[in-house]
């Protein structure tokens, strides 16, 4: 066996068996971020990520510089932002093959930079080596007022599910503009709407899957509700845009769900707080494991799988 | 210019212009780690360090796969034991080739998980990606009691220089081997003998250089003090044992400077601590930025460079 032929998500679980933890670990390998916790009487809980962007995998060679940081850095936030967090600290580890120009580098820098300000985030180190390919390692802290981060496992059956902005043909160019759910994230956890929650990195279809696990319930999403993008809609493959809404991946819009009984003062209250789109679009049931689609009133196994390195 | 033709030290200084701080970051680029402090009461601050290791620079495609593990965790605990700190929590992104044997993944985990559950580390998460080379970067969290990190800032001009163990040869296999030198920078904060100090990775010549210009001041090495290794002695090239020493890197030896009036309490107390060497290689002088090698009592400045990424 080797890393072509394992799943991406099978790789983790054999390699967390081998890894020691420790008392103070809140949620470790298997949710957005880790969450540790450091002394009794903080009232911080810590939320630790990291994540690369690596050239032919995360973005192409004519990729703009700017983009790439741009990129590097929102994967990392949209994980803290799907915890309910808030970011702190950013270190990078770059390896360059010698043949990039230092414009390119300080343009990927930036990029990232500009994107950090904005959300009062500070780069405070990292590393810097050469290699064959063009990669940024993002490592990330994050707090949330202790015992208030979201995690995956939370969800029950009945709960709604919801979506934020829409989904699907990021590749056209989104994934290198998206912004990271931060603020709608904090306020998710902060007026404890959302039971489970996590961002949609790997398309919906993938990452439901993912929750689902985690909450040991079912799910059924109704395909009328998915929030298609424009992007996927323009797509002229063989793909339907809703294939594309729940298969592209790299959307890094929030997926989380809320109790039935919150759900009408839920939407009241997100409809007065933001402008950005949010979308119910099925609900968590008691099938623990299975994944439906509901077209026309008749709901269906879900085999549509969104993207997974190693596969 | 290109990453080929730039220095690693002076990328890193242009990169460091472009990107944000915060108030709460106590030391940031340009230290063995970085330090934040998260509260006016938090009894701790907090050490954050990332570093990679990759196939065809740090290691080769022969090397053992729990070496491999070990090197690339150990790497990061010796960042944090030149601040004099305790490491916590780890997360880890791999890379690598679809060819890669699962097994040898595993392995490497398991080399790496060893050294953590040595030092009570837990690993929390994550990342795995597709990539053309094999990598693991290494991100790390460590805490020190506040106000209590040592620097490389700190050393006066008549401070006594000392290194661990010793120094050369450390491609014959101990670059693999090693052990970061956590209880001892951890003695070493806690009863404030050291007023700088930084971990041995590029070679002495050039770290030593790093600590000089942190600290603002010269510095002087006695050749005959320098500790050089069995392995730097047995090296049949044309390079003096001497010049291994200076300039081999990847010691991950401690290299510190203690007040000339602490010296004779200083080399007793380690020696009822500990049974590694230490010994002290010369001092720190007023000629800010000056390296010099004393042979036979006369003084040369010393050009000799380690190595550096990127030239």
């Not at 540790?36 to 973005?59: C, Q």
């Not at 490592?139 to 029950?156: H, M």
């Not at 890094?252 to 919150?262: C, I, N, S």
Request: charged share 25%.
């Amino acid at each position: 066996m080797n890393a072509c032929n394992i799943g991406e998500d099978a790789l983790i679980r054999r390699l967390a068996k081998l890894v020691p933890g420790r008392a103070d670990v809140v949620a470790g390998i298997g949710d957005d971020c880790a969450v540790v916790r450091t002394g009794r009487r903080d009232s911080f809980d810590w939320l630790l990520k990291s994540d690369p962007v690596i050239e032919g995998v995360h973005f192409t060679p004519t990729a703009p510089a700017e983009a790439i940081g741009h990129k590097a850095l929102g994967r990392v936030l949209s994980d803290i932002a799907a915890m309910g967090g808030e970011p702190m600290w950013v270190l990078i580890d770059l390896v360059a093959p010698a043949s990039v120009p230092v414009k390119r580098i300080e343009g990927m820098y930036r990029g990232l930079a500009k994107l950090a300000r904005r959300h009062g985030v500070a780069i405070v180190g990292g590393d810097t080596a050469r290699g064959k390919t063009l990669e940024l390692h993002i490592f990330a802290v994050g707090r949330i007022p202790r015992g208030r981060a979201v995690l995956r496992s939370g969800g029950k059956p009945g709960d709604s599910l919801y979506v934020t902005g829409s989904l699907g043909g990021s590749g056209q160019g989104r994934h290198l503009r998206f912004e990271p759910r931060l603020v709608e994230g904090q306020w998710l956890a902060a007026g404890k709407w959302a039971t489970a929650m996590m961002d949609v990195s790997d398309g919906l279809a993938t990452d439901l899957r993912r929750l689902i696990a985690a909450s040991g319930t079912g799910a059924v999403i109704e395909a009328a509700r998915v929030p298609v993008s424009p992007a996927a809609k323009r797509l002229l493959d063989r793909r339907a845009p809703l294939v594309h809404a729940l298969s592209d991946g790299e959307d890094f819009e929030l997926l989380f769900a809320v109790p039935r009984r919150k759900k009408t003062a839920f939407e009241a209250a997100w409809s007065r707080q933001f402008r950005l789109a949010c979308t119910r679009i099925g609900e968590l049931t008691e099938k623990s494991g299975r994944l439906e689609l509901e077209t026309r009133g008749i709901r269906r196994v879900l085999n549509v799988r969104g993207y997974e390195h190693f596969t």
